[in-house]
Every structure is written in structure tokens, then in C-alpha cells.
């Protein structure tokens, strides 16, 4: 059986080693992007220096080779899914007995003027990271940048401009960043952080229009209060969305992503979709349709491998979890934790921040049963084995709260501040009885 | 990709010094000049002050340098620009700086006489100007080895200092530094030059310096100085011996091989300090890995044979002298060996597969020549080798051209750990002992792993710590020196090194948590199974 999986990302990558674990099916990866698997979380480090891009491959490029798994450099141009084939950009075409589609996201551009210029870019491929590096090699080169969007992406392009000593003006829309998703008192700490960094973070401030020289390339930005900034580089990382364009006319269905049911199968038989590219039908649990996040591609890599070999199997995500680096603020996150912006009535929160460091957790709990709901991390390591157990044995806050030592996975010799927040939350319970 | 491989010449991080760090560069250079002065054969007149003011002022400059290096960024991981900069990026700098310490090293072990070494007589040019911080300490003028150690202790404290500023949100890297900034200062440098002036008969012994990594620890004339030396002679010759068979064995079963290598050794203390900048240069291939097994044991192997020998050749044939005849020494031996492979073989047998079989011919190649050696020898000779030519290429190849000329000179192109990984047997020893029997292991933190590679990028072993991480595997490997870097660069968290039970240490996951429970249940049985 001829296997074919568009996409050499997490998710389909992780497909293809699953598949050829359990069976010993022909197995094809296409990818547009690069011709080995890459990380791409690591790209920011290619850009500050810490890796160079060979680093970033987690698989010695004798390793597909070895296990079977051909690897193709090329664009699917569209799919012709009566005849089971793929047309290339280059003509040519490849037959397939099962697809899987993996091809991702793309930055979000939502019809700013000004948005298709040159010195605009989003940061997701590896042809994004070669473009910032033409784009904003240094800060005489680009003597400012403007980045639009307050999230992961937006944060990272921050940091990796700021390596290189380029002024950054950071356009957030939010009230506070990333407050959709963070706690008030962890979004606040971020924002004090950037700010540390040197970044000109401006809040509740949203992108009008990108003014071009005459060279055709962004001179500056307007901003929706007026304001201009000159700039040599516009980063939007306003989030992203699946990259499924050249799926038009194929006949699998597509809303924002490619339709899935629990066996992510998309309508089509023998067709699936995977990673940051497929939608739910039915949104699980508090999950959204599209999740895109590394961890759920590479689960979803795991269970389609499963399905297409034989033994169909449901994709059923166990508690969530995600992390994130803020600059030097690590960030970890396991269950449900509601942001500022989007708080839960059923939820209450009990925040705790040191003092001094950029170091605090939020647990979030039923506000009756006192079931644990969620904990967020900022600059504490928790051990994700420990937590994932509390929340599937319904443990109450305060059977956690005390116990909080257990789950720290800071390394030896850390100062633990499980006592002080156990203490707090203690002192602050007696304020409400 | 093209452009990303030439990403450094395309841009890169400001590469200019701050007016500061121009001013301790000036300062580092000038006092680093009256060295190079001193070994042009300059004869200062005032040599205590010129060496006070050479040394302090190489200190100062590099604590000075990196403070103000350090000092506007928030604490947390300082690696931007790592692969851009010349000296850390194997650029000219890199080079040039490799080739400068080669050459000193060659100078060093092979023709002293050039720093200013005379044999009968007053010392001359670099060495004379130790002689006042010498005569300070064991009233003797000093060495080339003086010199050595002083410069080598220097260079530790130095960089030790911009090792704790540069991790100062880390814990562990501080006490970790401090220990081995602690351990060469103390052990290594002062201590035994004050025995050498209380007790003039004491051969020089640096406590912490374990047989094998102290492969002369044993030879006549050190044993015989130990022996006529009385109680703390003696005293100090038990020591070695329990050092390496029950105080080593010991402290790795509890707190892995790291207790040494990287918080006590000061080949180890050398690397994580002064060679810091360098750590990400090792080399991280399939290849390099079954290159260091091969040598690494090889190398252990080799001075099992060489050390057994020299003690042999030196033994009486009666308990007159040494306690020890020939043959019961080399029964003796024969009987450990026996003992150690026998346990391996009968209790950790699952846990080495084809590994087994390497140690097994290592072990055999051991045997074979004990008994080559009782058979075939009269008391100068091994085969046609004579033990005193066998101890002299092992001193030669391994002690000098090894672990100094390759091991240190080639830091800037090949690593900071280069002899630690491929050369050294102390290393190799304790490396058994924490695959096997150690409750050290580095946890891998459940599903949170990104793959984004700068734990292998920043492993100074050249262990691939990625690829166990991302299947959810805990990091059990008989080179990690637990320094923790892997664990201080992750992004997410996911790397902590710990002491826990042996049982469940070793844990490969097809299926990481966070997915579907069945699903991660009915991989990871059959993974186990595999397995």
C-alpha cells in the first residue's frame, strides 16, 4: 500500500513514524518547505545564533533512508481524489492508496492595506526565517520594526529582533497581552517583562495601514489612533490558519480547516487530515476545531498512524497541556485555566506572585465541587506526570495546593516556594469564610 | 539553504565591545603580555610584584569583561550570537586561539626548557617568574608544572566567576561552579604544595586526582615515597586505593558520575569554566558515538594493563616489602575483574545487549594479558613490551598528547569535553558504573518536549538528549557528566536531572502522555515488551 502524506511537519512526520513502526506499507513525504524535517519551534534560535539550522533537525538525514520513509522536495499543486493522485507544481504526478494531509498553517493576513509589500512577512517557515534574515539582518539594516499581534509568534519575532539589538514596537490589540488566553496577573507580568526587554509595547493598539517607499517595501505603519511609526521591517503574527488553499476543487470538504471526524478522516475515503491543518467537526471538549499546537499534531500523528494501519482508533486527547518561553519567563500550563478576557463563571482562580521575580501560578478550580480545573505556570517547572494524574483523579484545590511539591520539576537546588503558596492561599481562603 | 548556513555573514548580533569590555580587554592583554615577556626570556627585576600584577590583572580583566557583558540583561539564558561569534563559532579567533594553546601545551610536556626551565641551577624566563609565588607556598622554586597549575587555576577561578554571573538564575550551575572552582584552588593547587613543605618526602598528590585518571599514582618510586613517608604516607596510598574501588563506586551509585566529572575533576573543572564557550562544538553524529565507545574503553583497557603491569614488574616475589607478591597481585586482580564482569553478566545483562559484548572482549583482552604477563614475563617485561615502555607511550599518548595537546589545545574547534568523552578512563569507569548501577538519571518531562534541539546543541558529551526526550525517554548514558546545561537551555521545561529509584529508570515511550490513555497503554506495552 502506497501511503502518502503532504506535510513533513510534527504531525505528518510523526504519522510516518508511526506507520512504518506498525506496518511496512510505502510510505512518501512531500514537503515544499525543506527536505528534511525540521523543528520549527526552533527557528527563533537560528536567528539569535544559538543553533545553526542543522541543529534543528531531529533526525540525522541517514535516518529516513534507513527506515524506509521517502522523502519528496516538491508542492502539491492540487489532489484528484477520484484517481487518487496528486498533481505537482512540476506536472508530475504521484498516486496514492491513503493520504494523509499535513500541510500546517499560514500567517494570518487580514486585508491590511498595505499587507502584501515587501519587508512584510509573517514568521511560521523556514522561507520566512530566510526572509527575516534578508529583510532585518541587523539594526543598521533595519532601524525599527513593527510587530502586530500579541501572541506566541508575535512575542518570539520580539525577542529575536531584540538579540540583534533592533527596536521593536510591539502592536497588541488586547488590553493587556495575550490576555485572551492568560490570567490578568500573568498577562501584567509579561507585559512588565517586554517592556524590560526594551520593547515599545503598545497595548490596545491595532494595525490600520502599512505606508510603502517607492521602492515598493513598508517605509512605516499607521496605527488605528493615527499615530505613524517608521519602520523597516512589519511583522504580523496576528495568529494563523490552515494551509489548505490548494485543497479548492478536490472535493474534501474545508471550513477554515479540513473537516475530520474522531478518526480524522475527512470526507473523502482514504483521505485524512492531521496537525495544525484539520478541523474538528465537533470541537472536543473545551478544545477548539483547529489546534495549533506541536503537541496535539503529534498526537494526532500517533492515532491516525494506528487507524491507517489497521486498527482504527479515535483521536481522544487526554488532559491539556502546552508551554511557552516568554523571553526568560518559562511558562507551562496543564488542564483549563480561563484568560482575563474569557473567564469561565463556573471558574474561580487563586493567583499567587512573588514578590520580587518574574515568578507566579494561577490554579484554577470548580467554583462548587472544588474540583481542580487548571494550573498555570510562570518561571516554576511542574512535572507534567503528577498533574495530569491530579486532574484525572478530580482532586480538589485543597488537596493540591498542599501538595504542590510533589509536582515541582525545577532543577536541584532551586528555591521552592511551595510553603509561601500554600500560605497565601491559606490566608486568602480565611479572608473569603 | 544557503542562506541560513551563511547566516553569519548575512548578519548576526552586534558584534562591537562595549567601552568597557575595550578597556578589560586592554587590561587582560597588557598583564597577559608580561607573561609573553617573561617567556621571551625577559628578566624582571621585581618579580613578585610583575607576577602579582600579571595575574590579577588576567583576573580582573576577564570578571570585568564579563560583568559588563552581563550586566543590562535580565538573568536567564545568555546564547544570542553563539554560532555568529568567531571564537565560539570556529571562525579565525577560534583558530588562532587553538592553535596559540596547542603550541603551549607542546612547549609544555615536551621542551620545558624553553619557558625557562633549567635543570641544575636558577630558573629562567616564564618559570622564574613564578618562583617568589612557589617559594610562597612549598619553599622550592618553580616548576614547569608550577606554572601549569597556577595559569590552570587561574583560568578556573576567572571564567568560574563569569560561568556563575552568566547562570545566575540557576542554582545548580552556581554551587556546581563553585565546587570545582573550590576543588582546584584547594585540592589540586595549594594543598599539596603545603604537604610538600611540611613534609618534604610526600610525593606531590592531588587528592581528588583518582587512579586511573592519575595513572602514576601506583608506580614504584610514588609507593615506595608513600611507604617511607610513615602513617600519613600510608595513610595517603589507602586512600587512592579506596578511592577508586569504594568511594567512587559509592558517591556514582548515589548521585551519578556528575559528583566528579563535572563538580569535583579538574580536567572537568577546566571544561565547564574556561571551556564553557565552546561546549556547543561536539559533536553530536551516530558516528562520534561509536567512535568515543571504541576509544574511551580502549583507553581504560590499555591503562588497566599498563598500571598492573608497572606494580607487577616492582613487586617482590615474597610479601617482604609490598604485602603483595607477584602472584598474588595479579591473582588479586584477576579476581576482581572476574568478580565486576561476573555481576555485570548475572544481574545487568538485559540492560547491555551488543554492549555486552564489547565489554566482554575488553574484559577478555584484560585476562589475557594478566596471564600473558605471569607466563610470559620476567620482571621488566610484558611480551616483548617492558612495563616501563608501556607506562612511557601511555604517559606519551594518553597522559600528554591526549588529554593536553588534543584534549584542551582543541577546544575551540572540537569541544570543551574532547578528552573527558574519548580519552579519559576515570571517566570511562565511572561511566560504567552510572549505566549500570547509578540512581542518577535526567527525567524527561512528560509530552511537553518541542524537539527544538538545543539541549543536543548544548550537550558537551555530544549526547543526542533530544532524541530521548522526544520519545519521552529519561536520559540514562554512561558519558553524561551532569552538568545540567540541557536542563538550564530547554525552552519548555522538559529536562531535570535527579536521583531516584533504579527500577522503571530506563523508560522508552512510543506514545507520549497527553495523548489518548488506551492508545499510550497499548504502545507503550508493546515498546515494552520490545524493549
Known sequence: MQIVIIGNGISGITAARHIRKLSDHQITVISAESDYFFSRTALMYIYMGHMKYQHTKPYEDSFWKKNRIELKRARVRSVDTETKTLILDSGSQIAYDKLIIATGSQPNRFGWPGQDLKRVQGLYSLQDLEALEKNAPDSHRCKRAVIVGGGLIGIELAEMLRSRNIPVTFLVRETSFWNGVLPQGESAMINEHIREHHVDLRLNTNLKEILSDDAGAARAVITDGGEQIDCDLVGLTAGVRPNIDFLSGSGVQTDKGVLVDRQLRTNIPDVFAIGDCAQQRTPIGKRRAVEAVWYTGRMMGETVARTICGAPMEYNPGHWFNSAKFFDIEYQTYGWVSGASSKDPQERQFHWRHPEQYLCLTISYHKESRVLLGINTFGIRMRHEVIDQWLTENRTVDQVVPRLGEANFDPEWYRHYETEIAQTFTSKAEKVV | ?531
Open chain 2, 1 to 531: 539553504m544557503n542562506t541560513l548556513d551563511s547566516m553569519s555573514l548575512a548578519g548576526g548580533p552586534p558584534k562591537g565591545l562595549k567601552n568597557g569590555q575595550k578597556f578589560a580587554v586592554f587590561l587582560g592583554l597588557s598583564s597577559f603580555f608580561i607573561v609573553v615577556l617573561a617567556a621571551f626570556g625577559l628578566n624582571f627585576p621585581n618579580k613578585g610584584f610583575w607576577l602579582t600584577a600579571s595575574l590579577s590583572g588576567i583576573l580582573g580583566a576577564v570578571i570585568w569583561f564579563s560583568w559588563i557583558a552581563y550586566r543590562d540583561d535580565p538573568k536567564g539564558i545568555k546564547n544570542h550570537g553563539v554560532w555568529f561569534k568567531s571564537i565560539s563559532g570556529r571562525g579565525l579567533w577560534a583558530w588562532a586561539l587553538g592553535i596559540l594553546i596547542t603550541g603551549f601545551y607542546i612547549v609544555l610536556y615536551f621542551y620545558p626548557e624553553y619557558l625557562g626551565l633549567v635543570k641544575d641551577g636558577p630558573n629562567r624566563g616564564l618559570i622564574s617568574l613564578f618562583d617568589p609565588l612557589s617559594r610562597a607556598l612549598s619553599g622550592n622554586p618553580a616548576s614547569q608544572w608550577f606554572v601549569y597549575g597556577t595559569l590552570y587555576t587561574l583560568a578556573i577561578l576567572a571564567f568560574g566567576i563569569k560561568f556563575i554571573w552568566k547562570y545566575r538564575h540557576n542554582r545548580y550551575q552556581q554551587l556546581r561552579t563553585m565546587s570545582v572552582m573550590f576543588f582546584q584552588t584547594a585540592f589540586a593547587f595549594i594543598i599539596p604544595e603545603i604537604m610538600a613543605r611540611l613534609n618534604g618526602d610526600l610525593p606531590y598528590y592531588d587528592l581528588k586526582n583518582i587512579w586511573p585518571l592519575n595513572y602514576y599514582n601506583f608506580e614504584r618510586y610514588r609507593v615506595n615515597a608513600f611507604i617511607d613517608s610513615g602513617d600519613i604516607g600510608l595513610g595517603m596510598l589507602i586512600f587512592g586505593i579506596v578511592s577508586i574501588l569504594v568511594i567512587t563506586p559509592l558517591l556514582t551509585y548515589f548521585y551519578g558520575k556528575r559528583w566528579y566529572c563535572s563538580w569535583v575533576c579538574g580536567c572537568g573543572g577546566l571544561a565547564e569554566t574556561a571551556g564553557d564557550a565552546f561546549r556547543q562544538l561536539s559533536d553530536k553524529s551516530t558516528f562520534a558515538w561509536k567512535v568515543e565507545r571504541w576509544v574511551v574503553h580502549s583507553v581504560l583497557v590499555f591503562v588497566v594493563l599498563m598500571t598492573t603491569a608497572v606494580i607487577y614488574s616492582y613487586l617482590g616475589p615474597d610479601t617482604s616489602k609490598y604485602w603483595l607478591s607477584k602472584s598474588q597481585f595479579l591473582i588479586g586482580v584477576g579476581v576482581l575483574l572476574t568478580g565486576v564482569f561476573a555481576w555485570v553478566m548475572v544481574y545487568r545483562r538485559s540492560a547491555l545487549k551488543k554492549d555486552a559484548i564489547y565489554g566482554a572482549c575488553g574484559y577478555l583482552l584484560i585476562i589475557l594479558g594478566l596471564l600473558a604477563i605471569h607466563f610470559f614475563s620476567d620482571s621488566r617485561h610484558v611480551f616483548v613490551f617492558s612495563s616501563e615502555g608501556l607506562r612511557k607511550t601511555y604517559s606519551f599518548l594518553i597522559g600528554s598528547v591526549f588529554s593536553g595537546v588534543i584534549g584542551t589545545g582543541f577546544y575551540p574547534i572540537f569541544g570543551n569535553r574532547v578528552w573527558c568523552r574519548f580519552g579519559c578512563p576515570m571517566a570511562a569507569i565511572l561511566g560504567l558504573q552510572q549505566r549500570l548501577f547509578s540512581r542518577f538519571r535526567i527525567t524527561t518531562n512528560g509530552g511537553q518536549c518541542i524537539s527544538c534541539g538545543n539541549c543536543s546543541t548544548y550537550c558537551e558529551m555530544g549526547i543526542d538528549v533530544r532524541a530521548y526526550a522526544q520519545k519521552g525517554a529519561n536520559i540514562v548514558r554512561a558519558s553524561c557528566v551532569g552538568c545540567g546545561i540541557c536542563s538550564a537551555v530547554c525552552p519548555r521545561g522538559v529536562l531535570k536531572l535527579e536521583n531516584g529509584p533504579l527500577k522503571g529508570r530506563i523508560n522508552p515511550h512510543e506514545v507520549l502522555l497527553g495523548n489518548d490513555v488506551n492508545l499510550m497503554e497499548l504502545a507503550n506495552q508493546n515498546s515494552d515488551s520490545v524493549a
